[in-house]
């Protein structure tokens, strides 16, 4: 059975950092595709930040040159370094692993930014 357990979030002020870790279990991690997302109230989920199997990464323009994702594919976990947190990225994140055909979402965490 698949399941991404992410941790990490919390409540920090504006300016602040946080790192999300997503420990994965019963898929072949290596070969996977891993993503953050994340849903404000009210609004769509959204996808954050993404990294290939291969180490490939992409972002969200919002998020560009203050959120780094990265992976460590001997602890079967993915990671995301949120540096100057603003109160607009306030949500709950997600982790998302993509492997093959398979999708699977972990429970997600908060992280409240405030002003």
């Known amino acids: 059975q698949v399941q991404l357990v992410e941790s990490g979030g919390g409540l920090v002020q504006a300016g602040g950092s946080l790192r999300l870790s997503c420990a994965a279990s019963?898929?072949?991690?290596?070969?996977?595709?891993m993503s953050w997302y994340r849903q404000a109230p009210g609004k769509q989920r959204e996808v954050v930040a993404a990294?290939?199997?291969?180490?490939?990464?992409s972002y969200a323009d919002s998020v560009k040159g203050r959120f780094t994702i990265d992976r460590d594919n001997a602890k079967n976990t993915v990671y995301l370094q949120m540096n100057s947190l603003k109160p607009e990225d306030t949500a709950v994140y997600y982790c998302?692993?993509?492997?093959?055909?398979?999708?699977?979402w972990g429970q997600g965490t908060q992280v409240t930014v405030s002003s």
């Open positions: 990294i290939t199997s291969g180490g490939s990464t």
């Open positions: 998302k692993g993509t492997q093959r055909l398979y999708t699977y």
């Open positions: 019963g898929m072949f991690f290596r070969i996977s595709d």
